[in-house]
């Protein structure tokens, strides 16, 4: 499942899904319409918050379950010819999914008046609901551009009593909407503007007509036209349709959210210009329940309950060699002093340390979620007379592990779906027998988030939805008989090909 796009709509589609145990990524081009502003408003719970603030707490929720979050630019969605979609980043990494959410939202198109741009979003406002209030009682003034401009004058007029109109284009100054302002106290001047003009702390001052007069104005406010971000579906046969204000196109769909293309649903500003954080975020919740409606029908009607996870592994497992079949080099460094007893190799791949183990005398049980993979490991081990007991099961699935019967587990760089219950987490401690030790390795996450170093986001991997070493530490601290033995990061070394310099380490016993 894909959602492109992640602001209010998208996350809150992609939270509905991962809650749905839905394998989800969401694309964020990290271009919200909303960005300018210091703050967002109306939405209880939120009252206030910065929307970059918004978005941190946002992300971090749908990542408690698993949801990818990844930072790139969706620029084509295509057909495959299992009906899937196809998603191109512009990077040139490629996605597939069942189902996609277009939650790409607008840009809003300002008038051609000098300084509108650079106030957009703090002097200069368009909306009486996002930033009327912090306005009130303020010398304000609104350039009417279109006959919608007209739409929140009332508004505006209930704000404040020092309201100015000023008709720039687009209006006829007898009109009766016109007539009924004046009467109520606004001030109407018909002449088009110039310029703002902004003062010596950098906030607006006065717009500066074409006659040369000023108008006096600790705030401004205009209507912007608006434009869909829709270019990505183009291929898929997709085409905007004009809103009814005549100020730009939005993306049509039925009461589903569904669109005119089966399998892409919209949501959010691209479907709605009008549409504040909270009505976006209802609105992408609303449409992520429709789609997993829509999956589950699927799924149901072929007797499936597919995971996504084995899929996606299973295909990376099919062709050659992924990684060199090495033992890792943190599993021989910690675990080469240990006597050998049962371990539970946790995500065994294509079985390096599975095999490392068995050669040194532990009786293995090698996990994974692909099947394709546990062949492979069986097929090595057969070849050089080890014994290797396959395992298929998710570390994020109930009880996937016998509990308290392995001296060893052992997890290398396994993306372990996260949850808010910690599931995946307590799977790994209730598999250690007492006195037994956990070691649990994954790179350093530092670089990937940070794209630092030389280093970028793995393509298609957000390290944030998998558990974490702080996820271990903060469930052994409250989890009496642990002892953490081991926290650091150190420099990697041997083992599986990877671009990652530094490896986070973490080794704790269970105490006998």
Known sequence: MLVVGGSAAGLAA???????????????????????????????????????????????????????????????????????????LADGHRLTARRVIAATGLVDELPDIEG?????????????????????????????????????AGLFRQLTDRLTLVLHGGVAAEIPELEALRHAGVDVVDARVRRLVTGEDGHVQAIELETGERVEADAVVVGARFRVRAAPFAALGLEPVEHPSGLGEVVGTDPTGETSVPGLYAAGNVTDPSQQV???????????????FSLAAEDIAAAARPSAAESHWDGRYAGGPTWSGEPNGALVDEVGGLAPGRALDVGAGEGGDAIWLAERGWRVTASDVSRQA????????????????????????????ASGAFDLVTVHYVPIPRSPDDRGVHNLLDAVAPGGTLLFVTHDLAPLRA???????????????????????????EAPGWEIEVHE??????????PHVDDLVLRARRRG
């Open 14 to 88: 992609a939270l509905q899904l991962g809650r749905q145990r839905r394998s989800v990524i969401v694309v964020d081009a990290g271009e919200p319409r909303n960005a300018p502003a210091a703050h967002m408003h109306s939405y209880p719970g939120h009252e206030g918050v910065a929307p970059g603030a918004f978005l941190d707490i946002a992300r971090e929720e749908v990542r408690s379950y698993a949801v990818e979050v990844l930072t790139g630019t969706v620029v084509d969605v295509g057909r495959a010819e299992d009906d899937r979609f196809t998603v191109e």
């Open 116 to 152: 509108v741009a650079e106030h957009w979003g703090r002097d200069v406002i368009h909306c009486p609901f996002c930033h009327g209030f912090e306005v009130r009682d303020q010398r304000l003034v609104q350039i009417v551009t279109h006959p919608m401009g007209l739409h929140p």
């Open 278 to 292: 909270l009505h976006a975020a209802a609105n992408g919740s609303r449409v992520g329940a429709t789609v997993s």
């Open 374 to 401: 546990l062949d492979h490991v069986g097929a090595l081990a057969t070849g050089r007379g080890l014994e290797v007991q396959p395992l298929h099961a998710d570390a994020g699935d109930r009880q996937p592990f």
């Open 451 to 477: 794209g630092s170093t030389g280093h970028r986001q793995r393509p298609g991997i957000d390290p944030d939805a998998f558990v974490r070493p702080d996820d271990l530490v903060a469930v052994l601290a």
């Open 489 to 498: 990061k150190r420099p990697r070394r041997g083992g599986a090909g990877s």
